[in-house]
């Protein structure tokens, strides 16, 4: 034991204060003003969220797109057969490993928390309705599905292809500081000046931190609900605080063994839950209809992929519905994109950027495309079969208890419902626990390249402890006083600065383009230790 403290001690590389103390002051700030004034916090936070959807809601969604043209774009290019790391770079994950944690980390709790609940906004209150489309109409179930594709499946993978891959190459390829000013470092032809280096790292991890408490207070909501459903226990903030501590101990005892023991095990354990749990509804759900509608909105969201993501044609009518529903998730999803990427980056290497793009855009977007189509549908045909019962449970409950109360509509409820208590915990544990990596390594200098066993061995154990503690106190006071509304405003406005960071990345990874023979090149790596 003490000579396992004595190397992660010696992990501990010096700390960059303002880049830590920057963001955690604001965040701090943030909870102690929810405590104090809920009512002028929640007002504040709406009155940001309402500013920058208003202000920015067209480039969001023309950036967006454009990240999606670009990362098809680099994948047919010469760029997609160089390798991340060089030619010969030895891989750091297998590929199920890989493709394992890329999702988890991505995906979240999301899945889990809006599949079911997001359709009966949708399907009761579609955004077309001045085209005619009727509340609980077959035109409404299709709208909704293509919605939840829209909001879920390709354009927020782009967000993170774009920033991941150009991290990758820029700290891979080109040897540039593990932060996320790394990459500009390749576009300028200069380091940027210290200053600005860390500001640009304390605003973008801000940004993730307001990112990771929405998603943690979905992930709360959710597991308290279920626990609340299935022992009968009253759900509120105590219940909450339970849940709060019960995912801050396992986060932090799985970041301190590693990335190929704590993060890679749950993940691939947590991607086998999903499919098992996907083919579970597909059996005894509506299965006709599952892959029915779900193939007709995969052709009805590539009609309308333009025209819905630029807010344009037939969409133009749904602006003010757009704006706070897709651009409110695209600029949801930017909040965790930039130090998110610095992740996904880092494990990449050994694989081509074509593969990169194939395993952190076009799986992903395709898996997540089957999990709307499988639950949406369950959840719409089960509310239309038994008289709105999902719409009740939303209006009444919230959205916490929609999953759990569909579940009651098939067989298996009774070893269903504890399935998914443990898979809403894992889901968020691996996503948080690799973010909470990201974390603690862009909190520290790097004045020598990390060698392969740092890649893959615990670091700053201090730093993950705090911001752990931190992230569940500043989720468990929102979501207890003041619930996901003003969760899920909060983690908009750190999509605002992360946008612009993206787009910087965009142009970066632009100009890879054309370097692409000089990026293959063989790196030399540090041996393992």
Not at 276 to 290: D, H, L, S, Y
Not at 398 to 404: C, Q
Request: aromatic letters at 12%.
């Amino acid at each position: 034991m003490a000579d396992l403290i004595q190397q992660i001690r010696a992990r501990e590389t010096s700390l960059r204060p303002f880049v830590i103390f920057a963001p955690m002051s604001i965040f701090i700030a943030a909870a102690v003003m929810s405590l104090i004034d809920l009512d002028g916090f929640f007002a504040f936070a709406k009155l940001l969220n309402d500013w920058i959807l208003a202000t920015f809601s067209s480039v969001i969604s023309w950036a967006v797109f454009g990240f999606v043209l670009t990362s098809f774009g680099v994948m047919i290019s010469p760029l997609g057969k160089v390798t991340i790391g060089g030619a010969g770079a030895q891989r750091t994950l297998q590929p199920w490993s890989w493709f394992s944690i890329t999702l988890c980390t991505t995906i979240a709790i999301g899945i889990l928390f809006w599949a079911m609940a997001e359709p009966m906004y949708h399907l009761y209150e579609p955004g077309a309705a001045e085209r005619g489309i009727a509340a609980g109409s077959a035109e409404a179930k299709a709208f909704s599905l293509v919605t939840l594709f829209m909001n879920w499946a390709i354009s927020p993978y782009a967000i993170y292809t774009v920033a991941a891959l150009t991290f990758a190459l820029a700290y891979h390829n080109l040897g540039k500081p593990y932060s996320v000013s790394g990459p500009f470092v390749a576009l300028l032809g200069r380091p940027l000046p210290a200053a600005l280096a860390a500001f640009l790292d304390a605003a973008i991890l801000l940004a993730l931190i307001m990112g990771m408490a929405a998603s943690l207070g979905a992930g709360m909501l959710l597991l308290s609900g279920g626990v609340a459903d299935l022992t009968g226990l009253q759900n509120g903030p105590v219940l909450l605080a339970l849940v709060a501590l019960a995912i801050g101990v396992i986060v932090l005892i799985s970041s301190l063994t590693g990335l190929m023991r704590g993060i890679r095990v749950l993940s691939v354990v947590n991607t086998w839950f999903f499919f098992v749990f996907v083919t579970v509804i597909i059996i005894f759900g509506p299965t006709r209809e599952i892959f029915a509608q779900g193939s007709q909105a995969a052709l009805s969201y590539a009609g309308e992929f333009l025209d819905r993501s630029l807010i344009i044609g037939a969409a133009s009518d749904d602006g003010e519905w757009a704006k706070s529903w897709t651009t409110f998730y695209f600029a949801n999803w930017l909040a965790w994109a930039p130090v998110t990427a610095m992740f996904l980056g880092r494990i990449a290497r050994g694989y081509t950027v074509r593969a990169f793009v194939l395993v952190n855009l076009i799986l992903p977007a395709l898996f997540s495309m089957l999990w709307m189509s499988v639950f949406g549908v369950f959840a719409m045909e089960t509310d239309l079969a038994q008289d709105g019962v999902l719409k009740t449970t939303l209006d009444t409950v919230g959205p916490e208890g929609v999953m759990f109360r569909a579940l009651d509509y098939i067989p298996l409820t009774g070893l269903l419902i504890p399935v998914v208590l443990i898979l809403s915990f894992i889901s968020y544990v691996t996503a948080a626990d690799s973010n909470t990596e990201a974390i603690s390594q862009i909190c520290k200098t790097h004045d020598q390249p990390m060698t392969e066993a740092d890649e893959t061995e615990p670091s700053a154990p201090r730093l993950k402890i705090i911001w752990v503690i931190l992230l569940c106190l500043m989720a468990w006071i929102m979501v207890a006083f003041s619930g996901i509304d003003g969760v899920r405003m909060l983690s908009n406005v750190g999509g605002l600065p992360a946008l612009f960071v993206v787009l910087g990345l965009q142009v970066c990874l632009i100009r890879m383009v054309f370097q692409a023979s000089a990026l293959n090149s063989p790196r030399e790596v540090s041996p393992p230790e």
